[in-house]
């Protein structure tokens, strides 16, 4: 397994698609990480990693990584960072269920989207490590959830304030 530690990384994401497929768009993405965020074991784990950050209060990280694909996961809880706004993952690869997708929380003092080299205090942020390890990362946040899909190198909106922790 690699360590990454990954300050201002505030959770990522998930599935199993042909990242090189030329008619994966934003929309299909969109589509695609909506229906895997909606699952109802990775619901339980989002509110969970949100429970333990306090609903973004406390100024710590929590989350969790998805290792498999989107069809046949595992659901690893991440415990919550030891410094404000920094999350340590470990990060499964070749040879294992590798992991495909990070969730975390962002404090509620800071912003809803994965964090890039010009956002975090690491110089690296989210999106350094999503397309490094060629990893979706999802934000869990006051004001929304949002994935940097690392094929398409951009952030999506998923959902708008709390809906992302409500109950179905």
């Not at 030329?22 to 969109?30: D, H, K, M, P, Y």
């Not at 920094?86 to 509620?108: D, K, M, Q, S, W």
């Not at 110089?123 to 390890?133: I, M, N, P, Y």
Request: hydrophobic share 40%; with cysteine; glycine share 8%.
């Amino acid at each position: 397994m690699l360590t990454r530690s990954i300050a201002t990384l505030l959770l990522l994401p998930l599935t199993a698609v042909c990242w090189f497929d030329a008619g994966w768009t934003e929309q299909r993405a969109r589509e695609h990480w909506l229906k895997l965020s909606q699952q109802k074991d990775i619901r339980e784990a989002m509110r969970a990693a949100w429970a333990r950050s306090l609903v973004g209060t406390s100024g710590f990280e929590a989350g969790f990584r998805l290792d498999g694909d989107a069809n046949d996961y595992r659901i690893v809880p991440v415990s919550a960072g030891h410094s404000p706004g920094h999350l340590e993952v470990a990060i499964a690869g070749p040879g294992e269920a590798r992991t495909f997708a990070i969730f975390h929380v962002h404090p509620n003092a800071s912003g809803p989207e994965p964090s890039n080299p010009r956002t975090s205090r690491n110089g690296r942020g989210d999106t350094s490590v999503a397309d490094e390890f060629e990893i979706s990362v999802f934000v869990m946040h006051r004001r929304g959830l949002t994935v940097y899909d690392h094929s398409l190198r951009q952030n999506i909106p998923l959902h708008t304030g709390l809906k992302w922790a409500q109950e179905e």
